[in-house]
C-alpha cells in the first residue's frame, strides 16, 4: 500500500499547528516555506484537513489554519482518512468472473478470500493508526527532537504566527 505525499505533509503541518500559541494561525504559505513544499499542494491537503474538521480555516491579513481539535482528539487515521478519501484501498475487480470460465454473478455469493483478507487487513491498519494521537506524537517528538530544533522551531514560529 502507498499513501500519497499529502498524509505526510498533512501529519507534519498539523503537529506545527498545534505548537502555535493561542489565537494564532498559519498559512499555507508559512507552512509550506517551513517544510519546503509546493504551497499549491499544501493549500490542498488543508483544505482536506479542515473540510474533515481537523482544522479551522480564518480569512484575512492574520488568517491561516488552527487545530479544530484537541491534540488527543486527532488520530493518524483522522488525517489519513482526510486526505485519502473514506474508500477502502483494495478495490476488487472481481477478475475471477472474467474470461472463458466466467460464471454470473449469483455463483459468487461472497467476495472472494482475497478481497476479504485485503479489506480485513485494512481495518486493522486503520485501528492502528486510530490508537495514535498527534498529543502522543508530540509528546515523542519532545524527547526526539534536538533541543537545538525545538529552540529554531519556537524562533520561526514567533516570526511566522
Known sequence: MRLSEGVEWAAHSCTMLAALPEGRALGPADLALFFDVPKAYLAKQLQALSKAGILTATR???????????????????????????????RCQEIRRRGPTGQPRRCYPKACGIARAMWAAEQVYLAELGKVTLAKLIAEAAHEVSPEQQAAIRRWLDKAA
Request: contains cysteine; charged residues 20%.
Open 60 to 90: 484575512g491579513p492574520s488568517g491561516g489554519y488552527r487545530l479544530a481539535r484537541a491534540t488527543d482528539m486527532i488520530t493518524l487515521r483522522d488525517i489519513v482518512l482526510a486526505i485519502e478519501g473514506p474508500g477502502t484501498c483494495f
